[in-house]
Structure formats: C-alpha cells, structure tokens
C-alpha cells in the first residue's frame, strides 16, 4: 500500500517562504515520477511542478515558475517544494502526487491528504 504523507503547511506572510515535504512509502520511490498540485477554494485542482524519477528533467506551472523549485531526495523518498516569494494567490491546499512511470506526464496513481498553505497579505 503506497503512503503519500505532506508536512511542512503554514501560515506566512507575503513575499515569505515555506517548504513542503512528501515522504513516500509502499514501492520503490527512484522508479516514479513526482508532483506537486494544489487546489484553492471553490477551483480545479492545478499542476504546480513535476520531477522525473531521477531528478534530472523538472517542469513547472508559469504560475510558480522561478519561485517554487521541487527537488527529491531518493535515499530519503522524499519529494520537496520549495516555496519562495509566496503572494496570498499561493493560498491552497497542496497535494503530493505520484505518477505511473518515470516522467510526470500520464496517469497519476496516488496521492497524499494535502497539507494547507495560506499566504497573507
């Protein structure tokens, strides 16, 4: 049974940072693609950033993009964004997620409960 386990929420002010976590658990975390999505009240959920099962290829949402930088650390099977710069748009729920395969693009096969970040101004 694959876990997906996010920390690292909170509340900060504008233009502070934050650095969300997902450990992993339940299969062999190097083989998989990783994510990271969030979902605002009353959106769709959205695409924040992707890394490949190796770390070397990342993507990201033009939305984050230059703020937000996601890194794995496979001996740990832990994914992590790190979250600079945040402005109260940021403010949502941030889910982990993983992916099918190797590259983050495909289906997703789970995700974590999500953890809140709210970013005031």
């Known amino acids: 049974q694959v876990q997906l386990v996010e920390s690292g929420g909170g509340l900060v002010q504008a233009g502070g940072s934050l650095r969300l976590s997902c450990a992993a658990s339940?299969?062999?975390?190097?083989?998989?693609?990783m994510g990271w999505f969030r979902q605002a009240p009353e959106k769709e959920r959205e695409f924040v950033a992707g890394?490949?099962?190796?770390?070397?290829?990342?993507n990201y949402a033009d939305s984050v993009r230059g703020r937000f930088t996601i890194s794995r650390d496979n001996a740990k099977s832990t994914v992590y964004l790190q979250m600079n710069s945040l402005k109260p748009e940021d403010t949502a729920l941030y889910y982990c997620?993983?992916?099918?395969?190797?590259?983050?693009?495909?289906?997703?096969?789970?995700w974590g409960q999500g953890t809140q970040v709210t970013v005031s101004s």
């Open positions: 890394i490949s099962a190796s770390g070397a290829s990342r």
């Open positions: 997620a993983q992916y099918s395969g190797n590259y983050y693009s495909g289906r997703i096969d789970y």
């Open positions: 339940g299969r062999t975390f190097s083989r998989y693609a």
